[in-house]
């Protein structure tokens, strides 16, 4: 008897080293690529830049699909029914294209690891096998133990034991075919506008200036960065106006592409150039951002609620700001603190989804330790308007800034927004980029206009207050409360 199998696609969205259909294409007659559109299960749900790129994404795999003669499924019964759920729409696919097997990769995230266990149990009284695949980490976040058999709490050791155990496999090319889906399946298939997946205010239109989702683009960001971009990185990749970023992060969020691909791109690009010990630096470098992506991941296995609630828990006691109008937090999100650097990343973020790593400490700590409100209003916020957004890396980095987290930035770390900016902004070409109406500054005054002269203001044709705001808050004395407020929970 002809086997089907269902690919349920989640956060895989590619076809090269995609271990579902490497295994559906060796042992399947029909190969049916399902994706469930399941909001309410998520949490907490992705915003709505994530959903920008995710439609986009689904576009790209389906045209991938369809020119290796399969296709992409749909389901948006969740649109439609409040009890629906994954399990129960696997078993309507399935049992309605004789599919005896579901194959899926796993997402290692708490909420998704327990739906995968319940959706595993319920196939199975209907004998259907759900195989969930690793895919997506270097490691597996449950096994990592220190000497104590205990889950690490730091990254450097983390680091240190599992660096040295590394040695993914190499990719596999996509395959050049494969089987046909099942030759009914498209009368139940839905459209991708009936998913909802894009705002009814197009504001996220402006994000396809910057980005192009899918597994093709993503590759061809991959193979475009050479040996001589990690030999840079470690000296260029905390300068915000260079492109010493590899910007590979909401690509592989969504799994176009795979963590592996990466990892052997960087790896390789070391044994191509033998211009000096800096590259073997910079390759490691790199590899230990990976790294950090990986601890992220620990952690939230350590604590599913990583997003809302500090792992230090003497954090919850904070003695946050009052801001009953929400102005504070209003100027921090719009980028009209009266701080040029801080402004100049929250422009950056609404205008492009994305944000400069060293910046997103910047106005981080900006808005919790200067103006003193919650980091899980950050957290939310970046939730919905970064393309990169993930539960766990953005969590642990919120937590990092507050201090609160585990690794965390000690609490008396309070970034200056201007000897950040005079550091690694040294021309001002960053902000000059996002804040134009500062461009006639020199490189100097544009990190602090509020203390350049009246008349040279005048000169440059900026009228603060009117042209650019003036600072809602003085970043000494608010230093000194946010240190007070910290002293008051170290006990």
């Known amino acids: 008897m002809p086997q089907t199998a269902i690919i349920w696609l989640r956060r895989d969205l590619r076809l090269q080293d995609q271990p579902a259909f490497a295994t559906a294409a060796k042992i399947a007659d ?23 790129w995710l439609h986009h994404s689904l576009s790209s795999l389906r045209q991938e699909l369809r020119e290796r003669g399969s296709d992409l499924f749909l389901d948006s019964a969740f649109l439609d029914s409040a009890s629906a759920s994954s399990a129960s729409t696997l078993m309507r696919w399935a049992q309605a294209n004789s599919a005896s097997l579901v194959l899926c990769t796993a ?56 660096r040295g155990q590394l040695n993914p496999p190499q990719a596999k090319p996509a395959p050049t075919s494969l089987p046909p889906p099942p030759e009914h399946a498209h009368n139940s298939s839905a459209e991708l506008e009936q998913l909802n997946l894009l705002d009814r205010v197009r504001w996220h239109d402006k994000l396809a200036d910057y980005w192009q989702p899918g597994s093709t683009a993503a590759s061809h960001r991959l193979a475009s960065l050479s040996p001589e971009f990690f030999a840079a990185y470690p000296d260029e990749r905390d300068f915000p106006a260079q492109p010493g970023t590899s910007l590979l992060s909401p690509h592989l969020h969504f799994g176009e592409l795979s963590i592996r691909e990466v990892w052997h791109q960087a790896a390789h690009s070391q044994s191509e150039n033998h211009s000096g010990p800096a590259d073997h630096s910079g390759v490691e470098t790199y590899l230990a951002e990976l790294g950090w992506r990986e601890f992220a991941y620990h952690l939230l296995t350590q604590q599913p609620n990583l997003h809302s609630y500090p792992v230090d828990r003497r954090f919850a006691a904070m003695p946050w700001r009052d801001d009953p109008d929400n102005s504070l937090y209003s100027a921090w999100h719009l980028g009209q603190t009266g701080i040029p650097l801080v402004d100049a990343g929250m422009k950056e973020l609404w205008a492009t989804g994305w944000m400069h790593n060293r910046v997103r400490m910047v106005v981080g700590s900006f808005l919790v330790k200067n103006l003193r409100l919650p980091w899980q209003l950050g957290e939310e916020y970046f939730r919905d308007t970064l393309v990169d957004w993930d539960l766990a890396s953005n969590s642990m980095g919120w937590q990092w800034v507050a201090g609160c987290g585990a690794d965390a930035a000690p609490y008396f770390r309070i970034f200056n927004p201007v000897r950040q900016g005079e550091r690694f902004d040294p021309e001002g070409e960053y902000v000059r980029r996002w804040l134009p109406q500062l461009g006639a500054l020199n490189k100097k005054q544009i990190h602090q206009p509020w203390t350049v002269p009246a008349a040279t203001l005048d000169s440059a044709g900026i009228r603060l207050g009117k042209d650019y705001p003036w600072p809602i808050i003085d970043l000494q004395s608010s230093r000194r409360e946010a240190l007070e407020a910290f002293q008051s929970i170290k006990g």
């Open 107 to 162: 997402i290692s995230e708490p909420w998704a690891e327990e739906r995968d266990s319940k959706t595993a149990a319920e196939l199975a009284q209907a004998g259907i096998e759900l195989r969930i695949m690793a895919d997506g980490l270097l490691t597996d976040p449950h096994a990592i133990r220190n000497r104590s058999n205990t889950p690490y709490r730091a990254f450097t050791p983390f680091w240190r034991q599992v």
């Open 30 to 52: 029909y190969v049916l690529p399902l994706y469930i559109h399941a909001p309410h299960e998520e949490r907490p749900q992705a915003g709505a830049a994530s959903r920008w």
